[in-house]
């Protein structure tokens, strides 16, 4: 196993094939959920918003990317905190991998990629559904692919990094309620950023979901905001140090 | 019964043990306390402002947040009872077995049960609180019309953990919690939370009566503006009933876990 793309590709599979025995308790979380919020939502308040400040396209158009986003990102958090926990400590799946020739990088990539492959099978899922419901074009179930995969590793990366760094996994409801949920609320998911104070604005445009809201608006809607290139180049700043710190915390974790 | 409501509140004591034991024990129930707040500010300030369609009743921000507000108080008390009554509850009657070490004190498992409802009730208050006096100060509600809320949630507290406790024994493992949870976040959406009832439709507004969450809501907001009459007591009326025998539920199943 010279090859690190083949390593990877063994951690992956290992991860899948664990994935395709265990699929259905994931089932409605990750792909009756976003429908239920969209509905939801778009239920509740289609009719009473002021489309202007919406772009114009009506409340559920607006609401179908940013809900997308926010699922990628809970289902990233979601992989990588629990699930990595449990394979340092309980399962102990990465001390037995460390035995083999893989090295620490095959096993936090191969772990990335996963994470991208569940988020772009949710999101298929999803914009299938939505685009089939005639709420945005066909052509968008391929298009959120890239923004959804973005999203994946920039979330990914930093919430595996906690996953190997913590000794108690009571850790994980509070980073779900002081992390999790003022973002998905102050990103610009259910409403505009500029309908917040400015300094939210500001604290947004430095996490990684606004930046992936944005992107993934973009592809669903085939328009661009002038700013692609740094949504991107936030995602990057993300996933980088992210997977620096993990290779710190796997390499700590599993050296004995 | 004074025996009775000592081993009720052993049962609560041992939570209350556990929750110091543990590091982000604390922590986290102290974000709990954040969860209205956050939310007011998101979708009161968010979609408040957006607030200005044919359909909608709201003149401006201020007046949907006063909408708004009271609604958010029972969506505190649904999350946390649903995670002490469904999520920690399950854990200890199955996965760690603490209830196997409890029944072998004089504790029966009515008074597990009574103790697990009373633990979650008053922690589901305890978080309330200062959402509340904040909501209560931003003039969102009269100071009167705050403790009605706490009155209400109280009693909400004690039938939504009831009916979490009622469905939990039903179980058959972890993957049952995904439809639980599923469950949950579809009542706080389609109960008249975020928006009116008949914003969803005749039909929709129909099937939402059949969600306590909705009446549950509706009680919160009468107690905020100081009205309450025949049809809250009517709501008060079905919701014991329907706590009553969740609770009678999980008792028998929680004897048939443990004593068989």
């Known amino acids: 196993m010279s090859n690190p793309v083949a390593r ?7 991860q899948l094939r ?7 308790g994931g089932l409605f979380s990750a792909f009756v959920l976003p429908l239920i919020v969209t509905y939801g939502f778009g239920l509740a308040f289609g009719d009473e918003l002021d489309a202007h400040a919406l772009g114009g396209a009506g409340y559920v158009a607006f609401l179908i990317p940013g809900v997308l986003a926010a699922t990628i990102f809970e289902i990233a958090v979601g992989e990588s905190t629990w699930p990595v926990w449990s394979r340092f400590t309980w399962i102990g799946t990465y001390h037995a991998l460390r035995a083999t020739p893989l090295r620490i990088s095959d096993i936090i990539l191969g772990h990335y990629l996963f994470v991208v492959l569940r988020a772009l099978v949710v999101a298929t899922v999803y914009v299938a559904v939505v685009a089939a419901l005639g709420f945005v074009p066909a052509r968008a179930v391929l298009a959120v692919w890239p923004p959804c995969a973005g999203i994946a ?3 990914a990366a930093p919430a595996t990094a906690l996953g190997a760094l913590v000794d108690n996994d009571s850790w994980f409801p509070v980073v779900q309620r002081a992390v999790v949920l003022p973002l998905t609320l102050t990103s610009g998911v259910f409403f505009p950023l500029a309908e917040l104070p400015p300094v939210c604005a500001t604290v947004a445009a430095l996490t990684p979901l606004w930046h992936g809201v944005e992107i993934t608006r973009a592809a669903v809607g085939n328009a661009t905001d002038g ?3 740094v949504h991107w180049l936030v995602l990057l700043a993300w996933a980088v140090p992210g997977y620096a710190v993990c290779h710190i915390a796997f390499s700590r974790r599993l050296a004995t | 019964v004074r025996y009775r409501l000592v081993r009720v509140a052993a049962v609560v004591g041992r939570n209350v043990d556990y929750l110091r034991a543990s590091p982000a024990g604390w922590l986290g129930a102290l974000t709990a306390c954040f969860e209205p707040m956050l939310y007011l500010g998101g979708f009161g300030y968010g979609l408040g402002e957006l607030m200005g369609g ?3 009743g709201f003149a401006g921000t201020a007046e949907y947040m006063r909408f708004l507000a009271p609604a ?3 969506a505190s008390i649904l999350s946390v009872t649903t995670v002490e009554t469904t999520f920690n509850f399950y854990s200890k009657l199955r996965a760690i077995q603490v209830y196997d070490a409890v029944i072998m004190t004089p504790c029966t498992p009515l008074e597990i049960a009574a103790g697990e409802l009373a633990w979650a009730s008053l922690l589901a208050v305890a978080s309330a609180v200062p959402g509340v ?3 209560a100060a931003l003039g969102l509600f009269s100071w009167s019309g705050a403790v009605g809320a706490l009155v209400v949630s109280l009693f909400a507290a004690v ?4 009916i979490g406790l009622g469905v939990t024994v039903f179980a058959r493992g972890w993957q049952d919690f995904e439809i639980i949870g599923v469950v949950q976040y579809a009542m706080l959406l389609f109960s008249g939370t975020f928006a009116p009832l008949e914003n969803c439709g005749r039909v929709a507004a129909t099937i939402a009566q059949l969600s306590p969450f909705t009446h549950v809501v509706a009680l919160t907001r009468a107690a905020t503006g100081g009205h309450f009459g025949w049809v809250e007591l009517a709501r008060v009326g079905g919701l014991a009933a329907m706590a009553m025998a969740s609770l009678a539920i999980a008792r028998r199943q929680i004897a048939r876990t443990l004593l068989a």
């Open chain 2, 72 to 74: 958010l108080v029972a």
């Open chain 1, 227 to 229: 700013g692609t290139l």
């Open chain 1, 8 to 14: 990877i590709c063994a951690v992956f599979e290992l």
């Open chain 1, 153 to 155: 590793v920039a979330i």
């Open chain 2, 133 to 135: 006096a904040l909501m």
């Open chain 2, 54 to 56: 044919a359909k909608s």
């Open chain 2, 159 to 162: 039938c939504l953990s009831a």
């Open chain 1, 18 to 24: 664990f994935h395709l025995r265990t699929w259905r």
